[in-house]
């Protein structure tokens, strides 16, 4: 039996998703010793069963799913009309891997998905700079088991898709074709964003922006990645690769604004903490990247037009032309003046072939 986490996890599992579990052992005709054996492993009490209100870790959900899927040899537990053979979804991760970018891989992941399981279908499209994954359901799943299962593809595919990209991928919200259970304050842990119940299908949806990114994965990455893949499901991805991206865009759209960390992280829909420590795992800070925007949209201000220094400093969210010079200084170890006196004829050339900001 694997040791739990030296570090307390939070128990945020509903023991729902356990009981679910639970009934792929009787759908499978197995006994219940076996049933038995797995809450064992995942050092679940059989009597927790009996409370709804009761709640499972990461580590706990992790230890039964892999037990159950490994004794049953079925890595969909029951919901679809076929098994799911061990190996099932590394098989759809490797047909996707060659992917260029996520879009490409995400769209390969569910048209596969359909070859396997074809009680449900799963689409990928966006709309307004919105991706979604939408989940269609052809066969009627079973009874106490189709929230499971549309909880976990959702996960699973959320999961696959942070992990091709080596990046956290917020979600902006998820809806269920359900009425809101009773563990429904669990889904705030689940899926970050909202969710809506009562919705004609089940769905996740994000920044499309990341369908754009390239796959950062190869085959050996997947090897190590299916020695231990579950946590992909059960665990939130935290660096953001597309953060930087989304915070520098926002510096350039309004150059003039002070775009303090709590404005922004009320633009991104997190907490000003959360868009530091984010930052931090991606090797920035918000101050270097307002430097940075600043220091090009004033050099290239400096270098393609003839405004005075002073309206280049606004221009560049200065409040004071002191200030301005003062931080160029800092960057170029020149001034203002300096660097564009400087600066070659051909540069200057080339730099004016753009009309100016």
């Not at 190590?224 to 992909?232: D, E, H, S, V, Y």
């Amino acid at each position: 039996m694997q040791t739990p986490p030296a570090q307390p996890l939070v128990a945020a599992t509903p023991i729902a998703f356990v009981q679910a579990i639970l009934r792929a052992y009787e759908r499978h005709g197995q006994p219940r010793e076996a049933a038995l054996l797995a809450l064992e492993r995942a050092r679940i009490a059989p009597e927790q069963l009996a409370d709804p209100g009761a709640r499972i870790t990461a580590w706990q959900m992790q230890q039964l799913s892999d037990h159950a899927m490994r004794a049953l040899d079925d890595e969909a537990l029951g919901w679809f009309s076929r098994r799911l053979p061990w190996g099932s979804y590394g098989m759809l991760a490797r047909a996707s891997l060659s992917a260029p970018t996520l879009r490409v891989a995400l769209a390969r992941w569910c048209r596969h998905h359909g070859l396997i399981a074809p009680d449900i279908v799963l689409t990928l499209h966006g709309e307004g700079g919105v991706a979604h994954i939408e989940i269609t359901e052809l066969d009627s799943l079973p009874p106490g088991m189709r929230e499971f299962c549309l909880v976990s593809v959702l996960r699973n595919i959320h999961g696959l898709a942070c992990w091709y990209i080596d990046s956290r991928i917020p979600l902006l919200g998820a809806r269920f074709p359900f009425a809101a259970p009773a563990h429904a304050p669990a889904y705030a842990v689940l899926f970050h964003g909202g969710t809506a119940f009562q919705a004609a299908h089940a769905a996740i949806s994000f920044d499309a922006q990341y369908l754009q990114l390239p796959l950062r994965r190869d085959e050996r990455a997947l090897r190590q990645m299916l020695q231990n893949a579950l946590p992909l499901t059960v665990l939130q991805y935290r660096r953001d690769r597309l953060l930087v991206q989304r915070v520098r865009q926002l510096l350039q759209d309004e150059p003039g604004a002070m775009h303090s960390a709590e404005a922004l992280g009320a633009r991104l829909h997190m907490s000003p903490r959360t868009l530091h420590r984010q930052l931090k795992d991606e090797g920035a800070t918000l101050q270097a990247l307002k430097d940075e925007v600043r220091r090009h949209r004033a050099t290239e201000l400096l270098l393609r037009s003839r405004r005075p220094v002073k309206q280049v400093a606004e221009a560049a969210g200065f409040q004071s032309e002191k200030s301005f010079i003062r931080a160029f200084k800092g960057w170029t170890g020149q001034s203002p003046a300096e660097f564009r006196k400087q600066a070659p004829s051909a540069t200057r050339m080339a730099h004016a072939a753009t009309p100016a900001g």
